[in-house]
């Protein structure tokens, strides 16, 4: 369980004849609308019109499932009802109902399930490699238009699909009578059957807008990596990608089992009222959204709240009952993979939950805290690996012992189990100096958690605020993208001058992105042995 505590706190989207199908199920059941018409495309449940911005014929809020309201709270996705005139995709639809964290704002609307797509304009002549990237924020918050592909596609002529997913108690609650009600007595994991759903979309449609179905990459950064890791480690997600980029996002997935996430939604029924109706489930999808997530909620910071989180689960169905097992036994999807952590991950978890609040972690409560998060056996070692006196202040100290512990060093671990079994190409982002939107006076926040995504969409994004890049960045996302496509398209991301080596077992090699780029050997020297020492390094005694 204390391994579950750890990884919670990154809780910091009739009529065809046989022939006919099996040729749209391959190459894309959509077709542009009409040839003098690039912004009008034909998907297999309606027409869609978009816009030009950017450069890039961009397609927003296309519904790939029914709105899960009413009886269908709480279900399996189920196909959008068909439409005839074409819908107006030039505006992103809702996010799905979730609570900004440290500002305590509600927002959302139940009906999100949503792709957006993003195409090169003029649309391109050969079928173009697809990249669905899904967005992170602790399985609680976040939507598909938090990180916007538009440079991205016009910068490197691929086809960007973004989603939304449930999130929260909305997209993971476990519970024994949504259990028995659900067709393969799954449990716990909606949000992670949205993302399939959307990726079928993806596949029976891309082809349309101008993408190739057989060249489908699968990137997400934190709880948006764990959610590629989840798709590798999923049946259902067979089929539907051919390369995969975790970010932040180790693949040592120490889910909560189906009996401690249904506990938690027995709980969860209590809290709203409905544990001794005659019908628990119609009581709970009877309660508005907003008392949905007012029932348990989780830690607004991902950090130090671990009573109430909503996670995957270990269902057996869905996901695996043993994952890590599945990854070390090579039971997963096998497609070549980039995988990787940022070089300061924990400082921003430390920044939300102390100096975003308004008060900075003081040196004279830094050995309680780190005592209080670690235990009173652990946290004297980890004081001492970490002593005040390396960092430039207390949030940093602190922060980087638990970024190491439960992200930098699973992410190493991940690679190296994962790279046993198919081409995996690991990097640590070096790069120190970018913005959060978040003003956090008093910590250094260094190369943090979530750093690396201007460089991965060539601009700035919702955590990052505005951000100029100087040449010697402009250079940092050229190598960043340009490796990133080059994995969607070939499945290795080297070349163009960029030498990137796989990870073997007999050496460990990385790339630093930094803006001097370079290849180095093992992301994190003796860290990740002291972590193992201390049974912090999920994966470590595999």
């Avoid at 070096?430 to 460089?455: Q, R, T, V």
């Avoid at 803006?515 to 050997?521: A, E, F, H, K, P």
Wanted: proline residues 9%; neutral net charge; charged residues 15%.
């Amino acid at each position: 369980m204390a391994r579950v505590a750890m990884l919670t706190m990154l809780v910091h989207r009739a009529g065809r004849v046989s022939a006919l199908l099996a040729a749209c199920l391959f190459l894309g059941a959509g077709s542009a609308a009409g040839a003098g018409d690039p912004l009008t495309i034909d998907t297999d449940r309606g027409p869609v019109h978009g816009a030009r911005v950017g450069g890039v014929r961009q397609f927003l809020g296309i519904p790939y499932a029914a709105p899960p309201v009413g009886s269908l709270r709480w279900r399996p996705p189920e196909p959008p009802a068909p439409w005839t005139a074409p819908l107006d995709a030039t505006n992103a639809g809702a996010r799905c109902p979730q609570v900004l964290p440290v500002v305590n704002v509600r927002l959302g609307d139940e009906s999100c399930l949503f792709v957006n797509v993003f195409s090169p304009d003029p649309p391109p002549d050969r079928r173009a490699p697809v990249m669905v990237w899904i967005h992170g924020g602790g399985f609680t918050v976040g939507s598909g238009m938090d990180d916007d592909p538009t440079r991205l596609v016009a910068r490197t002529g691929v086809v960007a699909v973004t989603i939304n997913y449930r999130l929260g108690q909305l997209g993971f609650l476990a519970h024994p009578a949504l259990t028995a009600e659900h067709p393969q007595h799954a449990g716990g994991n909606l949000g992670i059957e949205d993302q399939q759903a959307a990726l079928r979309w993806v596949k029976r449609n891309i082809a349309a807008f101008g993408g190739d179905p057989r060249k489908v990459t699968i990137f997400g950064e934190s709880a948006g990596g764990i959610s590629v890791c989840a798709q590798l480690l999923s049946r259902g997600g067979r089929g539907l990608f051919h390369r995969a980029i975790s970010e932040s996002g180790p693949c040592l997935l120490p889910f909560p089992t189906l009996a401690a996430a249904e506990a938690q939604g027995v709980r969860f029924a209590t809290a709203l009222g409905c544990a001794d109706a005659a019908d628990v489930l119609a009581c709970l999808r009877s309660k508005p959204a907003l008392d949905v997530l007012a029932a348990l909620p989780p830690d607004p910071t991902f950090l130090f709240d671990r009573s109430a989180n909503w996670l995957p689960t270990s269902d057996g169905v869905v996901l695996p009952a043993d994952p890590v097992g599945a990854l070390r036994r090579g039971r997963f999807h096998r497609v070549p993979m980039i995988v990787g952590a940022n070089r300061d991950e924990g400082r921003l978890f430390v920044g939300l939950a102390f100096n975003a609040m308004g008060h900075a972690l003081a040196a004279d409560r830094w050995a309680a805290e780190v005592d209080a998060y670690f235990g009173p056996t652990a946290g004297p070692q980890v004081r001492a690996r970490y002593p005040l006196e390396s960092y430039p202040d207390p949030g940093a100290a602190f922060g980087q012992a638990i970024g190491d512990a439960i992200l930098r060093c699973p992410s190493v671990e991940s690679a190296r189990m994962i790279a046993r079994h198919v081409p995996v190409y690991e990097y640590q982002y070096d790069h120190a100096p970018n913005p959060f939107i978040l003003p956090m006076p008093g910590i250094d926040l260094g190369a943090f958690h979530s750093a690396e995504l201007p460089y991965v969409f060539a601009g700035p994004v919702l955590s990052s605020g505005n951000i100029v890049f100087t040449p010697a960045e402009d250079q940092l996302v050229d190598d960043v993208t340009g490796a990133w496509t080059r994995l969607a398209a070939h499945g290795r991301p080297g070349g163009a001058g960029l030498r990137w080596p796989r990870v073997t077992r007999s050496s460990r090699k990385y790339l630093s992105l930094d803006t001097l780029l370079g290849v180095r050997r093992h992301a994190t020297g003796d860290v990740c042995e002291f972590w193992a020492t201390l049974g912090w390094s999920l994966g470590a005694s595999t």
